[in-house]
């Protein structure tokens, strides 16, 4: 795909999605931090239902660790892989409070360092609430990047490489959020309907349902 055409899909996705960003609610940096651990394998619409009640009684990583990882494990199973997320999180809070004085840190190293934060939580985390012109390569980035022929790869971290070289700086912010709603709404993995795609001019999907 040239420049022009990479160009011209961004700006078409932009204005699809003029007011894309996360659908996780959060009101800080730790809010954000401890929703993306949870969202791994889950919704966002099913992290948010457990979050909201959960943030107002755990504010900080000290209410956390104070609440324990069995009650904890309790409230998390509506989401799935409750043990583990639970215990994640309660690793990532005690290390927060050790080693970066309860704050979240800006940077990728510090970040993939705390229990269950691998580098797809890491960019998010990075460049939602840090600015950061990260892009996250979840299932459906990696989905819309090969399927248009944006950013072709055997690997989200091919594909995220590949869409950092290509991806012009003016959309690089909120590049990740555009291609994740269009992959969650519009160029689903299943029943997808190109006649109501954006792109679609621009995508070079053999199998498109034009």
């Not at 929703?35 to 943030?55: I, M, R, Y």
């Not at 609440?67 to 199973?77: M, V």
Request: charged fraction near 25%; glycine fraction near 6%; proline fraction near 6%.
């Amino acid at each position: 795909m040239d420049t022009r055409t990479i160009d011209r899909l961004y700006h078409k996705l932009a204005a699809s999605l003029p007011n894309a960003r996360t659908e996780l609610r959060y009101r800080n940096h730790f809010e954000l931090l401890i929703s993306v651990l949870l969202s791994a394998q889950a919704t966002d619409k099913s992290v948010n239902a457990v979050t909201g009640k959960l943030f107002e009684d755990c504010p900080t990583p000290e209410a956390f660790l104070r609440l324990g990882e069995t009650p904890l494990a309790r409230l998390l199973r509506p989401i799935g892989l409750a043990p583990t997320k639970a215990k994640n999180v309660l690793a990532t809070c005690r290390l927060l409070l050790e080693n970066h004085g309860g704050k979240v840190p800006g940077d990728r190293a510090a970040l993939e360092s705390l229990p269950g934060v691998g580098r797809k939580t890491a960019n998010v985390v990075l460049n939602e609430g840090f600015g950061q012109p990260t892009i996250a390569v979840d299932t459906h980035v990696f989905r819309v990047a090969n399927r248009t022929g944006l950013a072709p790869g055997k690997t989200p971290l091919e594909t995220e490489t590949r869409l950092l070289e290509v991806t012009p700086r003016r959309w690089l912010k909120n590049a990740h959020h555009y291609l994740i709603l269009h992959g969650r709404y519009v160029c689903r993995a299943k029943n997808y309907d190109c006649s109501q795609c954006v792109i679609a001019t621009e995508c070079v999907y053999e199998s498109k349902s034009l």
